[in-house]
Structure formats: structure tokens, C-alpha cells
Nanobody
Framework: QLRLVESGGGPVQPGGSLRLSCSGK???????IGWFRQAPGKEREGITC????????YYVDSVKGRFTISRTNARRTVSLQMSNLKPEDTAVYYCAASPASVCGLDEDLYDDWGQGTQVTVSS
């Protein structure tokens, strides 16, 4: 168990930016990492992921060009830089770790989840 912890959420105005961080008990360098979110009244959805070693990434269309996932802190953590935030980005954001080498947004790939951090985009 990596005991993932998300941080960096909070309130932000439309058009603003936030940087979320995902950390674990040990380095996340040995896992593919995905970011998921759950908006009020909606199912959880995967939005981006980064593969284990090649650092290939994938983004869903709704966040492409606005969000960037990267390995940080000497690859010990994974960050999600979010820019040009919109009210529809309001959600609880979760990071998850997968032992798979590939990057995908199927929740079944992930066996370790954080507790989530709230992001609220509102004026």
C-alpha cells in the first residue's frame, strides 16, 4: 500500500490555476499514476494518467491543453497542474496508482487510491 495523499485543492476563481500533488509512503516512480475526479451528482471519471517508466501521458478532451500531469520531486511525487479552470472542473480529485506499465483510465487498473482533495471553481 502506497497510502496515497492528495494535496493542493481549494477554492479558485474561473480562469485561475491550481497545482495538485500526489504523494505516497514511498516513491511513486514504480507506478503508473492516474488522476480521477468526481463532481457532485456524477460518477467518478478519469482525466489523465502518466505511465510507469516512459512517462507517456494521456488526457481526456475536457482537460487537454489546460491540465498537465508530471513526475516531480525527483520523481517521488506526481503533480497535476491545472490552468484556465472552469466551474465544471469543480470536483473531488483523486490520484491512484497502478502496477501496470501502461497508462490508462480504466479504474480496474488501479489498486491504490488517495482520499481525494476538493477543488471548487467559482466566482
Amino acid at each position: 500500500q502506497l497510502r496515497l495523499v492528495e494535496s493542493g485543492g481549494g477554492p479558485v476563481q474561473p480562469g485561475g490555476s491550481l497545482r495538485l500533488s500526489c504523494s505516497g509512503k514511498i516513491t511513486l516512480d514504480y507506478s503508473a499514476i492516474g488522476w480521477f475526479r468526481q463532481a457532485p451528482g456524477k460518477e467518478r471519471e478519469g482525466i489523465t494518467c502518466i505511465s510507469k517508466s516512459e512517462d507517456s501521458t494521456y488526457y481526456v478532451d475536457s482537460v487537454k491543453g489546460r491540465f498537465t500531469i508530471s513526475r516531480t520531486n525527483a520523481r517521488r511525487t506526481v503533480s497535476l497542474q491545472m490552468s484556465n479552470l472552469k466551474p465544471e472542473d469543480t470536483a473531488v480529485y483523486y490520484c491512484a496508482a497502478s502496477p501496470a506499465s501502461v497508462c490508462g483510465l480504466d479504474e480496474d487498473l488501479y489498486d491504490d487510491w488517495g482520499q481525494g482533495t476538493q477543488v471548487t471553481v467559482s466566482s
